[in-house]
């Protein structure tokens, strides 16, 4: 299972339309509450897998119903829209809250690949620098620009998040990875935990 996250219009249902059906439409609504999509693909080991791909609403309102879904994914596409700053900065904050709810069975941090939406527009308003800065403060797998218009990138950045979550080394030329490790984090944190017990109160 794969959730899609990030603030309201940023293109979250018309990704995965354009991933499971190749398709776009200009007349979609802001999602309520979830929605969700079936694909089967093959991954780059050619295994035939069914993917669940949930579409979480960005309304704030949805916030409590839409959290439940988090506890069953197995990767994450958080994308933004890369004409608004406004869900650029938001990022932070979905982020956050994704870690703090959900962790992979060995307690690392949950694949989560960057994705910045509508690079079709003219002009973006974040930078490719603070991407990547992003990307690597927070510890997403890797980041990429994509057009859910024309489908630039879309089955490409997909594949990359599969590819992590499977244990398989992702590589796309268009993907810009990032060189920390998912547990680095996770290893951060456990020893400032143990920093924590070792200091007398």
Request: charged fraction near 20%.
């Given at each position: 299972m794969v959730i899609v996250i990030g603030d309201t219009l940023v293109g979250k249902t018309s990704f995965i339309h354009r991933y499971v059906n190749n398709g776009f439409r200009v007349d979609y609504k802001s999602t309520i509450g979830v929605d969700f999509a079936i694909k089967q693909v093959v991954t780059s080991s050619n295994k035939n897998i069914k993917i669940q791909l949930w579409d979480i609403a960005g309304q704030e309102r949805f916030t409590y119903l839409t959290r439940a879904y988090y506890k069953d994914a197995r990767g994450c596409v958080l994308m933004f829209d890369v004409g608004s700053a406004a869900s650029f900065h938001s990022v932070r904050k979905w982020k956050a809250d994704l870690d703090s709810k959900v962790r992979?069975?060995?307690?690392?941090?949950?694949?989560?690949?960057?994705?910045?939406?509508?690079?079709?527009?003219?002009?973006?308003?974040?930078?490719?620098?603070?991407?990547?800065?992003?990307?690597?403060?927070?510890?997403?797998?890797?980041?990429?620009?994509?057009?859910?218009k024309d489908g630039t990138m879309v089955k490409e950045s997909m594949s990359y998040l599969l590819d992590t979550v499977l244990g398989l080394s992702p590589r796309s030329p268009n993907i810009h990875s990032n060189?920390?490790?998912?547990?680095?984090?996770t290893q951060e944190e456990n020893s400032k935990k143990d920093q924590r017990k070792s200091c007398s109160c």
């Open positions: 992979t069975d060995n307690g690392s941090l949950l694949p989560c690949i960057l994705v910045a939406n509508k690079c079709d527009k003219v002009p973006a308003v974040v930078s490719d620098t603070e991407i990547q800065l992003m990307c690597e403060e927070l510890f997403f797998v890797g980041w990429t620009k994509v057009s859910v060189s920390i490790s998912l547990s680095a984090k």
